[in-house]
């Protein structure tokens, strides 16, 4: 199905600011989100005890660890750990120029999904800034493996996610979410699911210094007899896992520096695979091509957009 998207940038309309714990260092951290001029594109400014700033452009080039989150920067006393969730709000409420400012080393979970970072932003507004937007448009299948999981790009007339995870456990197991992805799709399947994790894990995590700003108001918790152990269940029946999986897959391929035309298809992926399809897409110059509308209507269907040139345009290597 071909959907139609957005022909122009977009920042939001003012600043706003949230509140919450991080949920690696269980500190409080406070961000700011601000309106910023076309071309900009999402920005993270670090603030420091000391007074000194880190910046990061939100792209591919940037991305450091990736085990149990997505982070920008090498350096863990500088970098800006667990951005997955905000980014894919930004990427499907169809916001390219944003300037998050944070006053820790990590987002706030806040819930623990998208939801809250979706009713700030809509509850501020999204202004149109009359300037094209380009996409990345994939052109040739892109797939990579490791051991049993793969990740590919394909060609597709428009934006669509299929993500398959696949748990040794009775009450995960194998599950799908599949669908072209715009932002009504996203606030009503996917902006609600919660990061998940096992109470085994608990204590080896916490020894590790990880998930101390974990707990069941923003994680569904599953116990040792694969039962879960928040009050109020799961939001979406019993597929809330794979729901987040994608969501995170949202907002990892966010990275790319430009929302892109294709359809993005995973097995048994998550933060590393996603990092990895997208370098692996973006190193190639002969599997994409970038492209804009070729007229200045607000909407425009995804096969009408036109090839632009590449070296005018590259803000993944930025």
């Known amino acids: 199905m071909a959907i139609a998207l957005l022909g122009f940038q977009t920042t939001i309309a003012a600043p706003l600011t949230l509140t919450g714990i991080g ?3 269980g500190r409080e951290v406070s961000i700011t989100l601000q309106p910023a001029e076309a071309g900009t594109g999402i920005v993270f400014v670090r603030q420091h005890d000391d007074g000194s700033t880190s910046e ?3 792209v591919s080039a940037h991305v450091g660890n990736t085990d149990l989150c997505t982070v920008l920067g090498t350096n863990p006393a500088r970098s800006v750990a667990t951005i997955e969730h905000v980014m894919a709000a930004f990427y499907a409420l169809g916001l390219d120029n944003v300037v998050v400012e944070v006053d820790g080393a990590e987002m706030p979970i806040m819930d623990g999904s998208s939801e809250v970072f979706i ?3 809509e509850q501020v507004g999204i202004t149109n800034l009359g300037v094209k937007r380009r996409y990345i448009r994939v052109t040739k299948p892109v797939r990579i493996e490791a051991g049993g999981s793969w990740s590919e790009f394909r060609p597709y007339d428009g934006t669509r ?4 995870i696949d748990f040794d456990s009775k009450l995960i197991g194998r599950q799908k979410w599949e669908g072209d992805l715009t932002a009504e799709t996203f606030k009503t399947e996917l902006s609600r699911a919660r990061t998940f994790g096992f109470m085994r894990d608990v ?3 916490w020894a590790a210094g990880f ?3 974990s707990s069941l108001e923003n994680s569904v918790v599953i116990s040792d007899d694969d039962t879960v152990i928040n009050v109020e269940g799961l939001r979406y029946e019993k597929d809330e896992f794979v729901r987040h999986k994608t969501l995170d897959a949202v907002g990892d391929l966010a990275l ?3 929302q892109f035309i294709g359809c993005y298809r995973s097995y048994r992926g998550g933060h590393k695979m996603n990092a990895n399809a997208l370098k692996a897409l973006l190193s190639d110059p002969t599997a994409y091509e970038v492209v804009e509308a070729p007229s200045r209507s607000h909407q425009v269907r995804a096969r ?4 632009v040139q590449v070296s005018e345009f590259a803000p993944w290597s930025a």
């Open 256 to 258: 790319a520096g430009a």
């Open 23 to 25: 949920v690696h260092s």
């Open 203 to 205: 204590e080896r995590l």
């Open 119 to 121: 009713d700030a932003i």
């Open 56 to 58: 990061y452009r939100a």
């Open 211 to 213: 998930a101390l700003g």
């Open 161 to 164: 996610f299929e993500v398959e």
């Open 304 to 307: 009408e957009f036109v090839p």
